[in-house]
RNA sequence: CGGAGUGUGGCUCAGUCUGGUAGAGCACCGCGUUCGGGACGCGGGGGUCGCAGGUUCAAAUCCUGCCACUCCGACCA
């Protein structure tokens, strides 16, 4: 891969990849650091993106048959009491509130001591604990079965090291919930949410995924099995854009969510729960970013087409705004991806140079030019995000204002299929399956001779049989990984008929694992 | 929380070693010339140099403590 990415275009400076992910985030007016440590402030840009994923995810919840509704940000503590795994993998990371009332003492704001709750609330870090409750009142009969809903909310986790977008106190996501009357119909499922992940992420956000098992190691705390989709990021690194978990009866045992099956019987519910966060934003950014800053697949763009109108502060300027707002007018008439075209004349009182390369930075997937020339002549000149350059030269051109507008559609869905593809071969290209041993796979993510620090980083992923071993002997695996800074991904879901030895043990492999660095 | 690094206008940084009136480029404001293109000239606004102490006639610069951020670990959607 040894892409090297450098923000010289943005701010003037070469460096490493974390710098160019920042300045992206930066250029792209997508979001700033806030003053709550480690918590984000989401620009408009970059919440008309997560609106456009909210907007699409939300749709194939829906057809899928789920309901959304709301539950408390605060959760009483006792709730994280009653399943035993849940509370231990996440206790490090909650925010819990002590008291409802501020008293100055000596000049010095702080909680009331008289003010203290009885009981504290913890800021939700997930919902199962209080969704499972509810399920346990709403749950009586095989009848009220299956549950199906999920919530669009905000939860906090108090992460020691964070990142924009990709690793945030406080994030934006979307989490179902589910009961079940069987094991089937909860793992089906879990599958099924996969599936829509999958295929959300694929077709939406132009970012191709392996959808996979995770090992026991990296289940949910408190799940019989999670899955995951793992993208792969222009460094090589692995990041987890979903997941989806079959919870198995424990939340209901722990939670008694019962219901009397058709026998009589009072049995628990099987119950699963998935989400994605606003970490897909961080996502899309390492998929599809470059040197000139983002490019958006058009189905996330807030804005798929960007009018930049030729403005001189002369009387001409009044025909061009007219006929930049007829086109934007003319775009909305436009089904494109399923949708009327999201077009804007940006009329801002700043040079159209400034304007044009603030829209190629924020990652507008076509950029208009409109001029005096292009109106008299009834003529489109335009750029596409996707193909910025020839060259050193941007590449610009020019259609008929009809052939435009008649070829828009198929433009916008090319510049998405064009996104996917070029992720998708990089995908391909960066998963090592030559790789037997372990020694092997150290060598190759390892610091041989000759290669500096950023070399090593581009390695991508190895996929490899393994012998999926469990317990003690994983955890050991674990921690010789460590030190390679490598994690096990998970275990796609296409697999071989057959296996060679594990890559781990020698032993016979049982299925192919992916390997690599993750965020 | 461990290791390393960095804190100087909105951004990127110089100045710190060797204490002596706070700088540059970009961004911003004004005027003008330009302009199918990240233009140029002139003028201008904006910084208690991360915070708090200390040393000194004098501190961005030296000393002590603290804080924040970045990277690498641990943790993680």
């Known amino acids: 891969m040894q892409r090297a990415l450098s923000v010289s275009r943005m701010t003037g400076n070469t460096s490493t990849f974390p710098d160019w992910y920042q300045a992206i985030v930066r250029e792209a007016d997508l979001a700033e650091v806030s003053p709550t440590r480690g918590a984000m402030i989401i620009k408009p840009w970059g919440y008309g993106v ?3 994923i909210q907007q699409t995810l939300d749709r194939r919840i829906k057809e899928t048959g789920h309901e959304n509704c709301y539950f408390p940000l605060f959760i009483p503590l006792s709730f994280f009491a009653k399943e035993a795994d849940h509370v231990e993998g996440f206790a490090k990371e909650m925010a819990v509130v002590t008291h409802h009332r501020l008293k100055s003492v000596d000049g010095k704001l702080g909680p009331d001591p008289d003010a203290r709750l009885e009981e504290p609330l913890v800021v939700r870090p997930t919902s199962e604990t209080i969704i499972g409750d509810a399920f346990s009142r709403w749950i009586k009969s095989h009848r009220d079965l299956p549950v199906l809903i999920n919530q669009w909310a905000n939860v906090v986790r108090w992460e020691m090291r964070t990142r924009l ?6 994030f934006l996501w979307q989490e179902g919930h589910t009961a079940h009357a069987t094991a089937e119909e909860g793992r089906e499922e879990t599958l099924k949410m996969l599936e829509v992940y999958r295929e959300f992420s694929e077709t939406v956000l132009a970012m191709p995924v392996v959808a996979g098992e995770k090992p026991e190691n990296e289940r949910f705390p408190g799940a019989d099995n999670t899955f995951s989709i793992e993208a792969m990021m222009q460094d090589g690194k692995a990041l987890q854009a979903g997941t989806s978990h079959d919870l198995g009866t424990h939340f209901a045992e722990a939670q008694n969510i019962r219901f ?6 009072l049995v628990h519910c099987h119950t699963t729960s998935w989400g994605v966060s606003t970490r897909l934003i961080g996502g899309v950014i390492m998929t599809h970013g470059d040197d000139d800053g983002l490019r958006l697949p058009p189905a996330i763009a807030p804005r798929q087409v960007v009018i930049v109108p030729m403005l001189r502060d002369k009387p001409e300027d009044a ?12 775009m909305g008439q436009v089904i494109t991806l399923g949708e009327p075209v999201r077009a804007l004349l940006d009329t801002k009182a700043q040079k159209s140079a400034e304007k044009r390369w603030n829209w190629v930075r924020r990652g507008a997937p076509v950029i208009i030019e409109l001029g005096p020339r292009d109106v008299a002549g009834g003529t489109i000149s335009f750029m596409r995000r996707d193909r910025l350059r020839d060259g050193d030269k941007v590449a610009s051109q020019s259609l008929s204002r009809e052939d435009f507008l008649a070829g ?54 190895v996929r490899a049989p393994w012998a999926r071993p469990t317990g003690e002997e994983l955890e050991a695996i674990e921690q010789k990984l460590k030190a390679l800074r490598l994690t096990l991904r998970n275990a796609p879901m296409d697999q071989p008929a057959a296996f060679g030895p594990c890559l781990f043990t020698g032993r016979p492999g049982v299925e192919e694992i992916l390997i690599g660095r993750a965020y």
């Open 319 to 330: 025909e061009v705004v007219a006929a930049g707002e007829a086109l934007v007018k003319a």
């Open 260 to 265: 009397q099956n058709s026998a009589g019987e």
């Open 50 to 52: 997560w609106e456009r």
């Open 408 to 461: 828009l559609p198929a433009l916008l869905a090319d510049i998405q299929q064009g996104l996917y593809d070029e992720a998708k071969a990089r995908l391909g290209a960066n998963i090592r399956t030559d790789i037997a041993t372990f020694d092997d796979m150290a060598a190759y993510f390892g610091a041989e001779a000759g290669d500096d620090e950023e070399a090593t980083a581009f390695r991508g992923w």
């Open 165 to 170: 977008f990709l690793r945030t106190s406080e």
